[in-house]
């Protein structure tokens, strides 16, 4: 299996204004947008380690996740949530060549743990021998940075700053961990997996 961006979150999607702010950058001065590529970069840093820890999309992106088959015959769980759509669903043969699933064939079950794409009639299509599936999606909250919960967001800000007042010393020490107020935050976000992740 494997999980692809398609597409970037854009810059100005980004609270960096936000973060200077929590920072207390000072402002008014000729090099005030010196430090903002810094703080975009603290930025992205810290949603790719929330977004891996709790398996959900903060802003909105286009993803391809390839797989070998369906881990059951009827629905196949989906690896990140929220999803917003299915954009396209694509048998591979054992060439590469693919061919799209008719919408018709499937259905998108949204759920914030654990969204699925589920059959419309008793099965999904059938994988072709030595072959695969691509499925093309759109997950996260929105588009936009108040799309994103709060206590999220400021989970988000949280390690950022710590990034970014730490970035002398190369981050977070190595035995330190995520700090205590963001785990706080995060943890009601975390997928629950049971039965060995039966259905993922």
Known sequence: MMLIEQTTVPTLALPVQVLKNHLRLGTGFADDGMQDGLIES??????????????????????????EDWRAGGEQAL????VASIEQISLLDRDGNAQTVPAALYRLVQDMHRPRVQAAGFMLPQVPMGGGIEIEFVAGFGPAWVDVPADLAQAVLMLSAEYYERRHEGGLRADAGLPFG??????RWRTVRVLGGAGA
Not at 46 to 65: D, P
Not at 79 to 82: G, Q
Not at 182 to 187: D, H, Q, R, Y
């Open 42 to 67: 603290y930025l992205r840093a810290a949603m790719a380690v929330i977004e891996g820890r709790i398996g959900k999309v903060l802003i909105a992106r286009l993803f391809k996740w390839s797989l």
């Open 79 to 82: 690896p990140v949530a929220p």
């Open 182 to 187: 963001v785990v706080a935050l995060i943890e």
